[in-house]
């Protein structure tokens, strides 16, 4: 199971952070990613987390802006997201691959076993 939280409305140059708590399977050995999905837009990999080494990877349009990190005492992954634009809004989603690795990217949705409900991020 997967719980997102974070979300909410935040101005242009703006920062949020996004949790998603996880339960019920080997957490730390897989690959976490973050989606999303604006209006009338196909969903969309963000930021993804590999398992055991813990190496990260970015979609083009957000590095240097989002940081996405986990903490495997808590079970919970993170995405740090800063100079917010509007073409940031979006519902975001966090995602487990069974799997160490991550894939290649673009990343797929099917590679992707686990989906939580999504939190909302607007930037105005």
């Known amino acids: 199971q997967l719980v997102e939280s974070g979300g909410g409305s935040v101005q242009a140059g703006g920062s949020l952070r996004l949790s998603c708590a996880a339960s019920?399977?080997?957490?730390?050995?897989?690959?976490m990613g973050w989606f999303r999905q604006a209006p009338g837009k196909e969903r969309e990999g963000v930021a993804v987390i590999r398992g055991g080494s813990g190496t990260t990877d970015y979609a083009d349009s957000v590095k240097g802006r989002f940081t996405i990190s986990r903490d495997n005492a808590e079970k919970t992954v993170y995405l740090q997201m800063g100079s917010l634009e509007p073409e940031d809004t979006a519902m975001y989603y966090c995602?487990?691959?069974?799997?160490?690795?991550?894939?290649?990217?673009?990343?797929?949705?099917?590679?992707?076993?686990?989906w939580g409900q999504g939190t909302q991020v607007t930037v105005s």
């Open positions: 019920g399977y080997t957490y730390s050995s897989y690959c």
């Open positions: 995602a487990v691959r069974t799997s160490w690795s991550c894939g290649l990217w673009p990343l797929l949705e099917a590679d992707f076993a686990y």
